[in-house]
């Protein structure tokens, strides 16, 4: 699970491609994943029920107990296919359980608007997107653009990191798996229709700040590592699905090894991951202390509670036992 960098986001953060994508797009795929959810219906009807059960279906479920207080852990990934649903039932009954959720952040609420994007993702003086480039990054990028019909040149006015978003959104495109399945949307839907309380530990804001104050030589790397690994990007993508479908938390685990192997320096994950983490840990153990004797469920990205310093070992430094349940 090498050169993945596109693949990262889909464990750290939450609805950053869906908001990049835009309103009008993310519709469209709504509705051809409800058609082709129909189609599969249609082909399916005569599937076991152990299937329908979701019976093996996912993982990456912790518990930690504080005085009267529950509060279960959930990894997630923000890409899916609509048949990873229902999910093991351990996960959704943990969920079933839970007085209050507590996702990154909710996206059905809290996306911001095209104008912030912008705002975010475009240079703040004269620089173009060819002048920090090295011309053969370049020059592969705008063929990656031009097979996806666009000009490399409508770009220059946005920063590096925006146009590996945009690498994600094509890689995505080109997958089997789709951003309006994710298991945060899916459990954000539920927790909505159910009347659940939504608490959020983070913002879209804070995404997109973290986002773009990433030095240029950071933003430049992620970036050629993104370009060199984009022909196997939507093949891993569909692997990573699969993974966390499996439950696979030895091989979530070993994904910041992958990362150090492929040269993502420092700054990138300590911002991406580890001080996000701690900074959610921090929130979680507030929670903990106050023992409302309510039932917390957090979903966030796999990611946060499997690669340290994760949620779960920060949790575990401050005395806390955390059981994983699934």
Not at 273 to 290: P, S, V, W
Request: hydrophobic content about 35%; overall charge negative; some cysteine.
């Amino acid at each position: 699970m090498k050169k993945m960098i596109l693949s990262l986001f889909t464990l750290l953060l939450a609805g950053v491609l869906a908001a990049c994508s835009g309103d009008e797009d993310a519709a469209e795929t709504e509705d051809s994943a409800d058609e082709t959810v129909t189609e599969e219906e249609e082909a399916t009807d005569d599937e076991d029920n152990e299937e329908e059960s979701g019976e093996g279906k996912g993982g990456f479920l912790w518990k930690v107990e504080s005085g009267d207080t529950e509060m279960y852990l959930q990894g997630t990934i923000h890409l899916g296919t609509e048949d990873f649903y229902p999910l093991d039932p351990a996960i959704e009954e943990a969920y079933d359980r839970a007085d209050v959720v507590l996702p990154e952040f909710n996206m059905l609420e809290e996306q911001p608007s095209q104008e912030e994007i912008l705002e975010y993702a475009t240079f703040e003086d004269d620089t173009t997107l060819d002048e920090v480039l090295s011309e053969e990054t370049y020059d592969e990028l705008a063929a990656i653009f031009e097979d996806n019909g666009l000009d490399l040149e409508t770009m220059n006015e946005f920063q590096p990191w925006f146009v590996e978003m945009t690498l994600l959104q094509f890689t995505t495109m080109m997958s089997d798996v789709d951003s309006q399945a994710g298991v945060d949307l899916y459990f954000l839907e539920k927790a909505t229709e159910d009347g659940k309380e939504i608490v959020s530990l983070e913002s879209a804001d804070e995404q997109f700040e973290m986002l773009s104050s990433y030095s240029m030589d950071t933003q430049i790397q992620t970036l050629e590592l993104a370009v060199d690994g984009y022909e196997d990007a939507a093949d891993e993508l569909e692997e990573l699905t699969e993974t966390w479908l499996e439950g696979d938390v030895e091989a979530m685990e070993t994904m910041s090894d992958d990362y150090g192997e492929a040269g993502i320096n420092d700054e990138y994950m300590e911002e991406l991951n580890d001080n996000r983490n701690i900074d959610m840990a921090n929130q979680l153990d507030e929670i903990l202390q106050e023992d409302s004797g309510q039932v917390y469920f957090v979903f966030v990205g796999t990611a946060h509670v499997t690669v340290d310093p994760s949620i779960v070992t920060e949790l575990e430094d401050k005395g806390y036992e955390v059981e994983h349940v699934y």
